[in-house]
T-cell receptor
Framework: AQSVAQPEDQVNVAEGNPLTVKCTYSVSGNPYLFWYVQYPNRGLQFLLKYITGDNLVKGSYGFEAEFNKSQTSFHLKKPSALVSDSALYFCAVRFDTGRRALTFGSGTRLQVQP | KAGVTQTPRYLIKTRGQQVTLSCSPISGHRSVSWYQQTPGQGLQFLFEYFSETQRNKGNFPGRFSGRQFSNSRSEMNVSTLELGDSALYLC?????????????FGPGTRLTVL
C-alpha cells in the first residue's frame, strides 16, 4: 500500500528565513513524488516532482525538494520565504507500477510572517 | 494554453437530489481524475479516466459515478446526495497515462448539501 505523511499541520516562519515542509512516504516500489500548493478557494498548483536521477529537484517559485531514499522522505524547501508563500502544501506519491491514483498527505499550512 | 476548467464553481443541493459536475481538461490531455476534498478526510481519489475508459476507482459508494467523452471532457455524477457529500470536488488532467506524469488541477466545484 502506498501512503504519505506530513507530520506538521502548520509551519510558521519569518519572511526571509529558510523554510522546510516535511513529507515521508511508505515504500512498496519506486516512488514518484510530487508537491502541490493550494491557495484559498483555488485548486492545487503543481510545484515539482521527483521521478528518478538527481535527488535535489528544483521547481516553481524558487522551491526545491530533496529525495532521501534511506529516510523515505521528500522534504520541500525554500532558501528565503515570502509572505506570498503562505498557503496549504500537499505532498503526494504514486508508484511506478500498480495503483495509479495519487495518494496525498494531509497537508501542511505554511504561514510566513512579515 | 487554457487550464483545466470546472463547472459550475458553486452548487447548493438538498439531500436526496442528484448532481452532475463537469470538467474540461487541458487541450491534448487524455487522462482525467477526480478527487474529493473535505476538512476531515483531506484529498481522496474518486476515479480516473483515460480515453473514455475508467482506469481506477477509489473507495466511494456506487452513488458516485463518472464518464469521459471522446473529446476528453469528463462528468461526475452523485445520486441521492447526503450531507457528508458536501466538499470541494477537484478535477485534474494529465497528458498521458504514465505514472510519472504530473496532474494539473482545476479550481474545483464547491458542493454544499443542505
Amino acid at each position: 500500500a502506498q501512503s504519505v505523511a506530513q507530520p506538521e499541520d502548520q509551519v510558521n516562519v519569518a519572511e526571509g528565513n529558510p523554510l522546510t515542509v516535511k513529507c515521508t512516504y511508505s515504500v512498496s516500489g519506486n516512488p514518484y513524488l510530487f508537491w502541490y500548493v493550494q491557495y484559498p478557494n483555488r485548486g492545487l498548483q503543481f510545484l515539482l516532482k521527483y521521478i528518478t536521477g538527481d535527488n535535489l529537484v528544483k521547481g516553481s517559485y524558487g522551491f526545491e525538494a530533496e529525495f532521501n531514499k534511506s529516510q523515505t522522505s521528500f522534504h520541500l524547501k525554500k532558501p528565503s520565504a515570502l509572505v506570498s508563500d503562505s498557503a496549504l502544501y500537499f505532498c503526494a506519491v504514486r508508484f511506478d507500477t500498480g495503483r495509479r491514483a495519487l495518494t496525498f498527505g494531509s497537508g501542511t499550512r505554511l504561514q510566513v510572517q512579515p | 494554453k487554457a487550464g483545466v476548467t470546472q463547472t459550475p464553481r458553486y452548487l447548493i443541493k438538498t439531500r436526496g437530489q442528484q448532481v452532475t459536475l463537469s470538467c474540461s481538461p487541458i487541450s491534448g490531455h487524455r487522462s482525467v481524475s477526480w478527487y474529493q476534498q473535505t476538512p476531515g478526510q483531506g484529498l481522496q481519489f474518486l476515479f480516473e479516466y483515460f480515453s473514455e475508459t475508467q482506469r481506477n476507482k477509489g473507495n466511494f459508494p456506487g452513488r458516485f459515478s463518472g464518464r469521459q467523452f471522446s473529446n476528453s471532457r469528463s462528468e461526475m455524477n452523485v445520486s441521492t446526495l447526503e450531507l457528508g457529500d458536501s466538499a470541494l470536488y477537484l478535477c485534474a488532467s494529465s497528458f498521458g497515462d504514465w505514472n510519472s506524469n504530473e496532474q494539473f488541477f482545476g479550481p474545483g466545484t464547491r458542493l454544499t448539501v443542505l
